[in-house]
């Protein structure tokens, strides 16, 4: 193979991403939404590749994973459908119910089901369902919902890892790779089910005093009912059956979004009332626009042949030690993910092992020390993702409506509880990936 150099298209590149990646984990500091920043960083990555002539619209287009944004996308509107029914309000209900007052059991069956819920939507589609609803049943238990609110985003983060379309960057990962449903669950679902049970006993004894105190008798007089039950048991039917679509789509020949892009279109039809522009209308385009802008630089730098030129540096060390380098991958992309957003992290990672990849090496672990390392690794700050983002801003409107400071969920209070579960959590999957590492660095057919 021809020896790669440094030039001047690489350069470029460089500087493009360096500045775009800066400003958008800056963000606090600039003010300059990150979905701004990423536009912008495209259009110059496009203009400034199409000078350069290693870049233009056309390689552009094709470089946007469109399995990613139409997966997603179709997600956000089922959802949208959803939530008006009032299915979920009820689910929290009876879950409130059931506990009776047994505050650490209502904590694992809120983080049950949206742990469950996050193994088909994202984290943050979940914690935005499930946030106010936690807050509503601790103010009529008379309780803190500091920690109900923490465990949703810790137990979603985590829990989302399990599988191909909990989490973003599983999506990303998983279309990059070709990784079909059942080849990601087999794999990653042992080690997160671990992770998730440790995350538990961890909130036991970070909690326990809040845990201990008494609670008011359950007062939800108010509670709405189930206002649309046609639709919401309609939606229940066809999650399950996207459930089958999923574990069977490679045997299918169908993309994952395609089984989205049914469910979705089966559920516009069962719930004749259903206002489509209003349900598109709720979809996070943002979040969609964001991936699409991270495809166009991300394809631009691989133009360049910049990833594939620090590939080299990397290579000889994977070469000699896999085992050792899979594992500081893990903890690199966790810390580097509980600083930052796991998904540009991940954008940026996945070029890399590509290219290793076609230099004959073994990148499966790679890819799965990524997985488990972007996933893990976003309980570590109260920025690490952003359902941890939106458990922090809900808290702090609590916070502010009561006249009480303490029950807004600080950065400090975010390193005390939250650093904890991700250090062990990490430690529990560097375990597992030693103990069963010919399992995990097995080459998978694709």
């Known amino acids: 193979m021809e020896e790669l150099v440094w030039n001047n298209d690489m350069m470029m590149s460089a500087i493009v991403l360096a500045a775009t990646f800066i400003a958008i984990f800056t963000e606090g500091i600039?003010?300059?939404?990150?979905?701004?920043?990423a536009m912008a960083?495209?259009?110059?990555?496009?203009?400034?590749?199409?000078?350069?002539?290693?870049?233009?619209?056309?390689e552009a287009v094709h470089a946007i994973d469109w399995n990613v944004v139409f997966l997603l996308g179709g997600m956000m509107t089922i959802v949208a459908i959803m939530i008006p029914t009032g299915g979920f309000q009820q689910l929290a209900y009876k879950i409130a119910d059931f506990s009776k007052g047994r505050l650490f059991l209502l904590l694992v069956l809120m983080g049950s089901l949206v742990t469950g819920l996050s193994l088909l939507l994202d984290n943050v589609t979940t914690v935005v369902i499930f946030g106010p609803l936690i807050i509503l049943i601790c103010q009529s238990l008379r309780v803190n919902a500091i920690p109900y609110l923490l465990a949703a985003a810790l137990l979603s983060d985590t829990g989302g890892v399990a599988t191909l379309v909990g989490d973003p960057p599983n999506l990303m990962i998983g279309s990059a790779f070709n990784i079909d449903f059942n080849t990601f669950i087999i794999h990653m679902g042992g080690m997160v089910l671990v992770a998730w049970?440790?995350?538990l006993v961890m909130l036991r004894y970070l909690f326990k005093e809040e845990l201990a105190v008494i609670p008011h008798e359950l007062d939800l007089t108010d509670r709405e009912p189930l206002s649309d039950p046609k639709t919401w048991y309609g939606a229940l039917g066809v999650l399950g059956i996207m459930?089958?679509?999923?574990?069977l789509h490679n045997a299918?020949?169908?993309?994952?979004?395609?089984?989205?892009a049914l469910g979705l279109t089966a559920l516009a039809f069962i719930g004749k009332d259903i206002d489509m522009e209003e349900a598109f209308a709720h979809t996070e385009l943002a979040l969609l626009?964001?991936?699409?802008?991270?495809?166009?630089?991300?394809?631009?730098?691989?133009h360049s042949q910049f990833l594939e030129y620090l590939g080299t540096f990397i290579i000889p060390f994977v070469e000699d030690d896999l085992l050792t380098a899979t594992l500081i991958l893990l903890w690199v992309a966790a810390f580097l993910s509980a600083a930052i957003d796991n998904i540009p992290f991940t954008a940026a990672m996945i070029p890399i092992i590509a290219a290793m990849e076609t230099q004959g090496i073994n990148v499966t672990?790679?890819?799965?020390?990524?997985?488990?390392?972007?996933?893990?690794?976003?309980n570590g700050t109260h920025i690490g993702s952003t359902a941890n983002v939106f458990i922090v801003t809900i808290s702090e409107k609590?916070?502010?409506?009561?006249?009480?400071?303490?029950?807004?969920?600080?950065?400090g209070l975010w390193a005390r509880k939250g650093l904890p579960v991700m250090l062990v959590t990490l430690v529990t999957c560097t375990i597992i990936m030693w103990l069963f590492w010919d399992f995990f660095s097995t080459p998978i057919p694709r």
């Not at 790679?366 to 690794?377: D, R």
């Not at 609590?398 to 600080?410: E, N, R, V």
Request: proline letters at 6%; aromatic letters at 12%.
């Open 30 to 37: 600039h003010k300059i939404h990150r979905v701004k920043c």
């Open 398 to 411: 609590m916070a502010k409506d009561a006249g009480d400071p303490s029950l807004a969920i600080t950065p």
């Open 243 to 247: 459930v089958i679509g999923f574990v």
């Open 365 to 378: 672990p790679l890819f799965w020390g990524l997985a488990a390392g972007v996933g893990m690794g976003g």
């Open 41 to 58: 960083g495209a259009a110059a990555m496009v203009i400034v590749g199409q000078i350069m002539g290693y870049y233009n619209p056309e």
């Open 252 to 260: 299918l020949h169908w993309e994952p979004w395609f089984v989205t």
């Open 289 to 302: 626009m964001f991936f699409i802008s991270l495809f166009i630089i991300v394809g631009g730098v691989e």
């Open 197 to 199: 049970l440790v995350v």
